[in-house]
Every structure is written in structure tokens, then in C-alpha cells.
Nanobody
Framework: QVPLMQSGGGSVQAGGSVRLSCRVD????????LSWFRQAPGKERELVSV???????TYTDSSRGRFTISIDDSNTTLYLQMNSLNPEDTAIYYC???????????WGQGTQVTVSS
């Protein structure tokens, strides 16, 4: 399986913003959900945000109010806008598409976000 192509990320100072992108064209047929996860050093991968096929957006306690998940009108690119970043947000961020064709999900290759204090 070819991973979803991600872009964005990098290094930013605390309080800054970063936008992540993930190409999902070809992976939205009979879609269940699109989501963002992250994995910090020494920690398990954790959910950040989900957008369902009906457009319902869900956030975790750590992302709510600071992060925004969205998809463009052509359903080809998934975004994660991250504002008010802090060092605890430092992690590798992964996008994921879950559909009837790929019920266990197709992952992006991951992109590093580093927040310095």
C-alpha cells in the first residue's frame, strides 16, 4: 500500500502555527473517516482529530480549541491547522484514511513537528 503523501510541518517556536497537508484523492470512495494522529518520542501514537464522511469534526482534549481539521471542496487534500503550539505538541504527525476499501486504514508517511520554548 502506498502511503498518503503528507507535507508541511517543521520547527516552530511556542505560540506559533503550522499547517499540515495530506493528499487523500483516490482514498475517499466509501469513506468512513479521515483523521490525524501523532506520536511523540517514547509515547504511543494518539488521535488528534477526526472528520467523518458527514463532515462531523471531533477533537481530543489536547487539540480542541487550538487545532482545526478540514478538507478541501474537491476532497483531495486533508488539512490540520495547528495554532498556539507548545513544546508538548512536538511529535511526528500522521494522517489516515479509513474506508470500506481499506477498513484498517491507509496512513501517511508522517511529518515531524518540533515546537521549541
Amino acid at each position: 500500500q502506498v502511503p498518503l503523501m503528507q507535507s508541511g510541518g517543521g520547527s516552530v517556536q511556542a505560540g506559533g502555527s503550522v499547517r499540515l497537508s495530506c493528499r487523500v484523492d483516490g482514498y475517499t470512495d466509501c469513506l468512513y473517516a479521515l483523521s490525524w494522529f501523532r506520536q511523540a518520542p517514547g509515547k504511543e501514537r494518539e488521535l488528534v482529530s477526526v472528520i467523518s464522511r458527514n463532515g462531523v469534526k471531533t477533537y481530543t482534549d489536547s487539540s480542541r480549541g487550538r487545532f482545526t481539521i478540514s478538507i478541501d471542496d474537491s476532497n483531495t487534500t486533508l488539512y490540520l491547522q495547528m495554532n498556539s503550539l507548545n513544546p508538548e505538541d512536538t511529535a511526528i504527525y500522521y494522517c489516515k484514511s479509513t474506508s470500506c476499501r481499506h477498513p484498517t486504514g491507509i496512513w501517511g508517511q508522517g511529518t515531524q513537528v518540533t515546537v521549541s520554548s
